[in-house]
């Protein structure tokens, strides 16, 4: 696909020159977007007068000599589940179709006041639940590399959006690789900062354990620009981490000579593809080129982090989801009394795969399951907590496919929830640690389509990640 | 190697009978063929799932949250609060500024 705008990067310093206005900026992305979102289907809703009128104030602004920030007119899309105050935020759910919430979440305000312009919400899978953004109430969206393949997911709407030259910057949400397998499948940079890392406050919960905002980008730079922006202490999140966040644009250019870079063998063996493991292969040789010291590390327990995964984070979902009971907000279906009146909302209103996620995490929570499945899972996260914790003793990067394939067909394994959950066989073990990790796109494979490479970082890891993946950017 | 899902360690089958119990619980009324349909897939599942028996970690503390959880304290002053108004015109039905609900012990009004 091609790329006919700027960088997010780029854009902001044509802009706070001066040399373009924030309302060309828009109207390109607008224009591109009237060109191309029929096929892709990207967005839920394309904010064009907002968008439009926020360019206007931007453009106000560096005429009166202010500086809007370092995102100036930069367009962004958001994930359909983070709050936009008058907004319609709908998790691609009938549920909550047509619920504007009364506040904007964190990340937006962040964003906001370092001057971007929102230009729309972006398709998901329902909730976030699901690896292809086919589990969306509205419609699929379509890979831009090749529209018979998914874009992945959940936060697949946006990885499309960034791909397709919609944007330069989109934000997503990952709980269990949301972000970096999306990333992956598309071509592009996707980050998913340190637990507590970016403010929660106005995102949707799904298991808020695990869950964690972060961007989806055409480059590192502008990754880190982001980044930058939106890592923030936030009062408002009790699990927001007080302490300032390390520049990562900074120290972007510093390189790798002298780091420890250990390739995780549990996750680079049997069910990867040949072809995406030829490209982490190209990837290792470049870190090692580039000065880094490579060894092969060793993570026993990740191999159980499906499976945790898949008990914890339904479990957490089906706490979550409670809320939607048609008294507060978005879908409420008829009823002679309240209870049946929940009861009809809530089957009406959430389609297949968030019922088997809600169904599977009420059961491993019940009387008799609870220590089997749930109580068991949350011990197995201990032992890869501490597996982890002894790579990180030997290395200070691990690395990893960010999904065992490239782009699989639509329909491939929407009847199959099995092969639809081994998607993110590589990308879980990090949202149970609360670590960062991020997915840089490092060629295609034999069917032409994108290639992702995971960098792992311990906790607040990021600057140290940033520069390995800039590394393996400029190597391409 | 290591990606896979382990083999079943034993044979988790949901009746339908449970999964109509589960969905009662989740305040979901299922059709019969979604109770079918999610008997035999929840058994898949929890069969998969069912690896992590084989691990001796009797003896690990359970992590329910990636780093150590404390309550962060602010000054007891009045913030900023949403617009009342505003939250309650979201509601599918409101009076009187109160969210509105069908009987809720089954008394028709």
Same mark, same amino acid.
């Given at each position: 696909?091609?790329?006919?705008?700027?960088?997010?990067?780029?854009?902001?310093?044509?802009?706070?020159?001066?040399?373009?206005?924030?309302?060309?900026?828009?109207?390109?992305?607008?224009?591109?977007?009237?060109?191309?979102?029929?096929?892709?289907?990207?967005?839920?809703?394309?904010?064009?007068?907002?968008?439009?009128?926020?360019?206007?104030?931007?453009?106000?602004?560096?005429?009166?000599?202010?500086?809007?920030?370092?995102?100036?007119?930069?367009?962004?899309?958001?994930?359909?589940?983070?709050?936009?105050?008058?907004?319609?935020?709908?998790?691609?759910?009938?549920?909550?179709?047509?619920? #504007?919430?009364?506040?904007?979440?964190?990340?937006?305000?962040?964003?906001?006041?370092?001057?971007?312009?929102?230009?729309?919400?972006?398709?998901?899978?329902?909730?976030?639940?699901?690896?292809?953004?086919?589990? +969306?109430?509205?419609?699929?969206?379509?890979?831009?590399?090749?529209?018979?393949?998914?874009?992945?997911?959940?936060?697949?709407?946006?990885?499309?959006?960034?791909?397709?030259?919609?944007?330069?910057?989109?934000?997503?949400?990952?709980?269990?690789?949301?972000?970096?397998?999306?990333?992956?499948?598309?071509?592009?940079?996707?980050?998913?900062?340190?637990?507590?890392?970016?403010?929660?406050?106005?995102?949707?919960?799904?298991?808020?354990?695990?869950?964690?905002?972060?961007?989806?980008?055409?480059?590192?730079? %502008?990754?880190?620009?982001?980044?930058?922006?939106?890592?923030?202490?936030?009062?408002? %999140?009790?699990? +927001?981490?007080?302490?300032?966040?390390?520049?990562?644009?900074?120290?972007?250019?510093?390189?790798?000579?002298?780091?420890?870079?250990?390739?995780?063998?549990?996750?680079?063996?049997?069910?990867?593809?040949?072809?995406?493991?030829?490209?982490?292969?190209?990837?290792?040789?470049?870190?090692?080129?580039?000065?880094?010291?490579?060894?092969?590390?060793?993570?026993?327990?990740?191999?159980?982090?499906? +499976?945790?995964?898949?008990?914890?984070?339904?479990?957490?979902?089906?706490?979550?989801?409670?809320?939607?009971?048609?008294?507060?907000?978005?879908?409420?279906?008829?009823?002679?009394? +309240?209870?049946?009146?929940?009861?009809?909302?809530?089957?009406?209103?959430?389609?297949?795969?968030? #019922?088997?996620?809600?169904?599977?995490?009420?059961?491993?929570?019940?009387?008799?399951?609870?220590?089997?499945?749930?109580? #068991?899972?949350?011990?197995?996260?201990?032992?890869?907590?501490?597996?982890?914790?002894?790579?990180?003793?030997?290395?200070?990067?691990?690395?990893?496919?960010?999904?065992?394939?490239?782009?699989?067909?639509?329909?491939?394994?929407?009847?199959?929830?099995?092969?639809?959950?081994?998607?993110?066989?590589?990308?879980?073990?990090?949202?149970?640690?609360?670590?960062?990790?991020?997915?840089?796109?490092?060629?295609?494979?034999?069917?032409?389509?994108?290639?992702?490479?995971?960098?792992?970082?311990?906790?607040?890891?990021?600057?140290?990640?940033?520069?390995?993946?800039?590394?393996?950017?400029?190597?391409? | 190697?290591?990606?896979?899902?382990?083999?079943?360690?034993?044979?988790?089958?949901?009746?339908?009978?449970?999964?109509?119990?589960?969905?009662?619980?989740?305040?979901?009324?299922?059709?019969?063929?979604?109770?079918?349909?999610?008997?035999?897939?929840?058994?898949?599942?929890?069969?998969?799932?069912?690896?992590?028996?084989?691990?001796?970690?009797?003896?690990?503390?359970?992590?329910?949250?990636?780093?150590?959880?404390?309550?962060?304290?602010?000054?007891?002053?009045?913030?900023?609060?949403?617009?009342?108004?505003?939250?309650?015109?979201?509601?599918?039905?409101?009076?009187?500024?109160?969210?509105?609900?069908?009987?809720?012990?089954?008394?028709?009004?």
């Amino acid at each position: 696909m091609i790329q006919p705008f700027g960088t997010a990067t780029d854009i902001a310093a044509a802009v706070r020159s001066g040399q373009i206005s924030a309302s060309f900026v828009v109207d390109q992305h607008l224009g591109q977007i009237a060109q191309l979102e029929d096929e892709i289907c990207a967005f839920n809703i394309v904010t064009v007068e907002q968008a439009r009128s926020r360019a206007n104030e931007i453009d106000a602004q560096i005429a009166a000599g202010e500086d809007p920030g370092p995102l100036a007119g930069v367009p962004v899309a958001l994930k359909d589940n983070l709050c936009t105050r008058g907004i319609p935020t709908t998790c691609s759910s009938r549920i909550l179709e047509g619920w #504007k919430p009364p506040y904007d979440a964190t990340v937006v305000e962040l964003l906001h006041q370092a001057g971007a312009v929102i230009i729309g919400k972006t398709n998901m899978d329902e909730f976030a639940m699901g690896s292809s953004t086919e589990n +969306s109430a509205f419609r699929p969206t379509r890979n831009p590399h090749n529209l018979s393949r998914v874009p992945g997911g959940s936060s697949g709407g946006s990885a499309a959006a960034v791909a397709a030259g919609f944007t330069p910057i989109a934000l997503g949400s990952d709980t269990g690789g949301s972000i970096r397998q999306p990333a992956a499948l598309c071509g592009v940079v996707g980050v998913k900062p340190t637990y507590g890392r970016v403010s929660r406050y106005g995102l949707v919960a799904f298991a808020s354990s695990l869950d964690q905002i972060g961007p989806f980008t055409k480059t590192v730079a %502008d990754a880190a620009l982001v980044t930058d922006v939106i890592a923030r202490p936030d009062g408002r %999140d009790s699990t +927001s981490i007080s302490e300032p966040a390390q520049s990562t644009a900074r120290v972007l250019h510093e390189g790798v000579a002298g780091l420890r870079v250990g390739v995780v063998a549990e996750l680079c063996g049997e069910g990867i593809d040949s072809d995406v493991a030829a490209r982490l292969q190209e990837a290792v040789a470049a870190l090692e080129e580039a000065g880094a010291q490579i060894g092969q590390a060793s993570v026993p327990a990740a191999i159980y982090g499906l +499976s945790a995964y898949y008990l914890i984070a339904p479990a957490e979902a089906s706490s979550n989801l409670a809320r939607y009971d048609g008294v507060r907000y978005g879908l409420r279906v008829a009823a002679n009394s +309240s209870p049946a009146m929940n009861i009809a909302t809530r089957s009406a209103g959430f389609g297949e795969e968030v #019922k088997r996620r809600i169904m599977l995490g009420t059961y491993a929570l019940s009387a008799g399951y609870y220590d089997a499945y749930y109580g #068991k899972a949350q011990k197995v996260r201990t032992l890869i907590i501490q597996d982890f914790a002894q790579a990180w003793e030997e290395f200070d990067l691990l690395l990893s496919p960010t999904s065992p394939t490239t782009a699989f067909l639509l329909g491939e394994r929407t009847a199959d929830p099995m092969a639809m959950y081994m998607s993110d066989v590589c990308t879980v073990p990090v949202n149970l640690t609360g670590q960062t990790a991020m997915s840089v796109p490092y060629g295609c494979g034999d069917d032409g389509l994108p290639v992702g490479v995971q960098i792992m970082a311990p906790a607040l890891g990021e600057p140290v990640m940033f520069r390995a993946a800039a590394v393996l950017e400029a190597s391409l | 190697m290591a990606v896979r899902w382990l083999v079943a360690m034993g044979q988790k089958r949901i009746t339908k009978h449970d999964c109509a119990h589960v969905a009662a619980l989740a305040r979901l009324q299922l059709t019969d063929k979604e109770l079918e349909r999610f008997s035999v897939q929840l058994g898949e599942l929890l069969d998969h799932v069912a690896e992590v028996e084989s691990l001796d970690i009797a003896d690990l503390a359970p992590t329910m949250h990636p780093f150590e959880l404390f309550t962060p304290m602010r000054l007891d002053e009045p913030g900023e609060v949403l617009d009342s108004e505003e939250v309650l015109s979201q509601a599918p039905h409101f009076e009187n500024g109160q969210f509105r609900v069908p009987p809720v012990l089954g008394e028709a009004l």
